[in-house]
Nanobody
Framework: EVQLVESGGGLVQPGGSLRLSCAAS????????MSWVRQAPGKGPEWVSG????????SYADSVKGRLTISRDNAKNALYLQVISLKPEDTAVYYC?????????WGIGTLVTVSA
């Protein structure tokens, strides 16, 4: 059974930073590109970052470029997202997702709230 479990969310002040983690199981992690997708309150899902199977190829949405760093550790079956200079508009549930063009499995998400 494919499982993706996110962690690391919480309440952060504007300008702060967070590192989100995703523990993957139930599939050969190194065989798949991975993505982070977020959903702000009252809005639709927004893809924010993707990473290739080896971790060499990374991509970011223009709206977050420069503030996010995606990485992965295939030995640990783990995906990460470092977010800096957080803004209130970054408040959202962040999902770890298997795939990039075809995103077939999603975690339950971790809530990031940016507020003073």
């Amino acid at each position: 059974e494919v499982q993706l479990v996110e962690s690391g969310g919480g309440l952060v002040q504007p300008g702060g930073s967070l590192r989100l983690s995703c523990a993957a199981s139930g599939f050969t992690f190194s065989n798949y590109a991975m993505s982070w997708v977020r959903q702000a309150p009252g809005k639709g899902p927004e893809w924010v970052s993707g990473i290739g199977r080896s971790g060499v190829t990374v991509s970011y949405a223009d709206s977050v470029k420069g503030r996010l760093t995606i990485s992965r550790d295939n030995a640990k079956n783990a995906l990460y997202l470092q977010v800096i200079s957080l803004k209130p508009e970054d408040t959202a549930v962040y999902y770890c997702v298997r795939g990039r063009r075809e995103m077939d499995y999603w975690g339950i998400g971790t809530l990031v709230t940016v507020s003073a």
